[in-house]
């Protein structure tokens, strides 16, 4: 039975930092996409940071980078979003997702390249 299973998320104020995990089972993995998205209120699911199976290529939403770094843990079958300076508009339900087709070598934040989705880990953002 494939899992994804996501924990960090929580309600911090704005400035503060959040650390989203998300583990992987029932499923062997292939060197593919991995990546984070999120949907906020009344607001379409967007994707917020992607990386190759790899690790060698990351790749992060205007709006977050530079605050937001994606990272994986092969070994533990883990990914990461490490989330620094959050701002109220950062609050969503947030989801990773694994086995990400890539299309002319490129990963890509379209969610349907994507297999296998997380329950998702509620983030709220005090002003």
């Known amino acids: 039975q494939v899992q994804l299973v996501e924990s960090g998320g929580g309600s911090v104020q704005s400035g503060g930092s959040l650390r989203l995990s998300c583990v992987a089972s029932?499923?062997?993995?292939?060197?593919?996409?991995m990546g984070w998205f999120r949907q906020g209120p009344g607001n379409v699911r967007e994707g917020v940071a992607r990386?190759?199976?790899?690790?060698?290529?990351?790749y992060y939403a205007d709006s977050v980078r530079d605050r937001f770094t994606i990272s994986q843990d092969n070994a533990k079958r883990t990914l990461y979003l490490q989330m620094t300076s959050l701002k109220p508009e950062d609050t969503a339900m947030y989801y990773c997702?694994?086995?990400?087709?890539?299309?002319?070598?490129?990963?890509?934040?379209?969610?349907?390249?994507?297999?296998?989705w997380g329950q998702g880990t509620q983030v709220t953002i005090s002003s």
């Open positions: 997702a694994t086995e990400g087709r890539k299309f002319y070598g490129y990963c890509s934040f379209s969610g349907d390249t994507y297999r296998y």
């Open positions: 029932g499923y062997t993995p292939s060197s593919n996409c």
């Open positions: 990386i190759d199976a790899d690790g060698t290529t990351r």
